[in-house]
């Protein structure tokens, strides 16, 4: 059963109870639902980078700091496409394009519906992470063939304003409501680790998990601390706090995919293997995320090996039959 009405003391019962009561419950969860041990596998690509005008206060991005990134203009399409067959090549299913933007100028609506339509047409799932968007160009998107798009809450409504200021908790509803309207898949999640307290973990999670409908996919980071950025210094987030996030998720939002994002590059495989029994069931493979490194396809492929999980393939979805293809 799908719930949109979760309070946030069910939700902080769920999070505090006892680590293997917590796991063993959303492992049990994760099975009713998705196949055991079956790993969605998503590729990064950034197609503009740097000099964004929001203030993110954790994103080496932003022209608020100095990071010290190299920005770089929108990169060719024939770039883009190379990296995406590489992509598929390396066993990705879906190709997610994000862009250093407040929103999409029109003059950008060209270019980024060329890049779905040429994407989708290697027989990629799409995803775009662009900023935020008006409703015209969600169905824009839509009708371009765009699958997913991401669009995240970051963390809970009350530590919001501590992290970004150019942009509000209740935008971000909006752009999601945008996505929703035009039948775009979502694809929303937040940081963890940015100096926030459970409570904020856990308003994240009941923002998410209240939504008129679950996001199909929930990227769950890691704070990767940026020198220059104002939370370059933060504390680090315990990993079992990590791991009880993605656990919740998971027990709240049965039927969504759960992505190990930012920060897998500092976790140990064991700490992998403890969110992937928390129920998490996809990540990003490749060396780079946006602009910082990522787990790359050797230490994955080692890891998919040690835990003996398996990258989930279009194969293993039900695929219409070839006579309901002619049919229409
Ligand atoms: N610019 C677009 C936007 O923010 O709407 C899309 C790209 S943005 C980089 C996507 C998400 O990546 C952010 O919402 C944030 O959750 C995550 N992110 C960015 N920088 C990060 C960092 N240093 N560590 C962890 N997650 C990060
Ligand atoms: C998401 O939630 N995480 C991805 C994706 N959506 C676009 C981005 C992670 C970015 C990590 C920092 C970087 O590489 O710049
Ligand atoms: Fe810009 Fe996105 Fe980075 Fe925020 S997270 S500064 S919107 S690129």
């Known amino acids: 059963m799908l719930r949109n009405d979760w309070t946030r003391d069910q939700i902080q019962h769920i999070y505090q109870q006892p680590l293997l009561d917590l796991l063993f419950e959303a492992q049990s969860v994760h ?166 307290k459970n409570q904020d973990r856990i308003g994240l999670l009941l923002e998410l998990a209240t939504l008129p409908q679950h996001p199909q996919s929930v990227p769950i980071n890691m704070l990767v601390p940026i020198a220059g950025t104002p939370l370059a210094d933060v504390e680090k987030l315990d990993v079992i706090e990590w791991i009880r996030t993605i656990a919740t998720a998971r027990i709240i939002m049965p039927e969504s995919y759960i992505r190990l994002s930012a920060g897998r590059e500092s976790l140990t495989h064991s700490d992998q293997a403890m969110a992937f029994m928390a129920g998490a069931n996809s990540i990003f493979s490749g060396d780079k995320l946006l602009t910082t490194p990522n787990a790359g396809l050797n230490s994955d492929q080692i890891l998919f090996e040690k835990l003996g999980l398996i990258t989930e393939s279009k194969q293993l979805k039900p695929q219409p039959l070839a006579i309901d293809a002619m049919a229409g």
Request: charged share 25%; net charge positive.
């Open 31 to 196: 099975r009713q639902h998705f196949t055991a041990n079956t790993i969605q596998i998503s590729t990064l690509l950034s197609i503009k980078t740097g000099k964004c005008p929001e203030d993110c206060k954790y994103c080496s991005q932003s022209a608020h700091y100095d990071s010290g990134l190299e920005a770089e203009k929108r990169i060719a399409i024939d770039r883009v496409i190379m990296e995406a067959k590489q992509a598929k090549a390396s066993g990705s299913m879906r190709f997610c394009m994000g862009a250093a933007w407040r929103n999409p100028h029109e003059r950008d609506m060209p270019y980024v519906l060329d890049l779905v339509k040429q994407v989708k047409a290697l027989g990629l799932e799409t995803c775009m992470t662009l900023g935020m968007l008006s409703g015209s160009q969600a169905q824009r998107l839509k009708q371009a063939g765009l699958d997913y798009y991401n669009h995240n809450l970051d963390t809970s409504r009350e530590y919001y304003s501590h992290i970004i200021s150019t942009r509000s908790f209740d935008d971000r509803l909006d752009t999601l409501e945008q996505v929703r309207q035009a039948g775009l898949k979502v694809c929303s999640g937040g940081i963890v680790g940015l100096g926030e």
